[in-house]
Every structure is written in C-alpha cells, then in structure tokens.
C-alpha cells in the first residue's frame, strides 16, 4: 500500500504548486502589498502556496505569513496551525511541526488531516532518528579505528 493511499488528507504535504501557479498567487499578493492593502484571503492562499513549495525559502516566508494571520485572524486560527505544522514537518523541524499539530490535534482530535500529519511527522522523526544513529555509530567506529592506530604506533615503540 503506498504511503499517499495510507494517509490520503496529508497529500499536499507532498505536491507542490507549478512555479506559474505559485507565480499568480504571488502577483496578486505583491500588487495588494503595493496598495497597502492585503485581504486575509490572499496573504493566506500566498501563504499556502509557499509553504507546499519545494524551496526552503518559500516554505519559511510561508509559516511567516501563516503566524501573522494566526496572531490576527481568530477565524483563521484552525487552517494555519495545520499549514504551520505542515510547513515545519517539510522544513524538517519536526519538533515545531509536531507541537503545532498536537496543538490543533487538541482543538479538533477528529481532524483526519491534522491525525495523517501526525503519522507523517512520527515517520520524519523515526527516520532522522535511524540517521542520527547511524552518524554516531560511524563516528564510535571511526574513533575506534583512530585509537586502534594510535596504540599500534605506540606499542611498535
């Protein structure tokens, strides 16, 4: 069973918007900036778009944005906690991720959306885990081997 069949409501955290999609959302949000005056909903849908970019950069500017309108917006609290959350699982920052969606998980515990990205954000945390193992073993070996020469030299003598 593949991982999008396992977790449908969590697909956006792994398709991106086309650089001409992301490019009218941002168009639209430049030339609101330029009157001085930007609606929720567009600093929200720019907000989206960069967080499910592929680009670090965006996806930061996103949660930026995202945390503006969640201070703001009271009404719009709900769908920026997920796409925080979302955007910080995709940055890697699992542990911002998974508080802001515990946050929301506490709100909304029948949240299917918020439920997948949990699982999505345990998966990013096993597997930097197994990683962060695997580097300090590779590091216990390599020291092994540095002393294991240091005292052959030494016993040679």
């Not at 508080?99 to 918020?114: H, M, W």
């Not at 096993?126 to 294991?148: D, F, H, I, Q, S």
Request: charged letters at 20%; hydrophobic letters at 40%; a neutral charge.
């Amino acid at each position: 069973m593949s991982s999008s069949s396992e977790l449908p409501y969590a697909a956006d955290a792994q398709v991106s918007l086309s650089y001409d999609e992301l490019e009218v959302l941002r168009s639209q949000y430049q030339k609101e900036l330029a009157q001085s005056h930007v609606t929720v909903q567009t600093k929200f849908n720019y907000a989206w778009g960069l967080v499910k970019s592929p680009v670090h950069d965006h996806q930061v500017e996103g949660v930026r944005l995202l945390q503006d309108i969640y201070r703001t917006e009271p009404t719009r609290r709900r769908e920026c906690l997920y796409y925080i959350a979302l955007g910080y699982y995709k940055m890697g920052n699992y542990e911002d991720a998974k508080s802001f969606n515990d946050f929301l998980l506490e709100k909304e515990p029948g949240n299917l959306q918020a439920q997948s990205l949990a699982a999505l954000i345990e998966q990013g945390v096993t597997k930097e885990g197994y990683v962060g193992m695997a580097l300090a073993g590779g590091a216990v070996a390599l020291g092994t081997l540095l002393l294991a020469g240091i005292i052959r030299r030494a016993t040679r003598k």
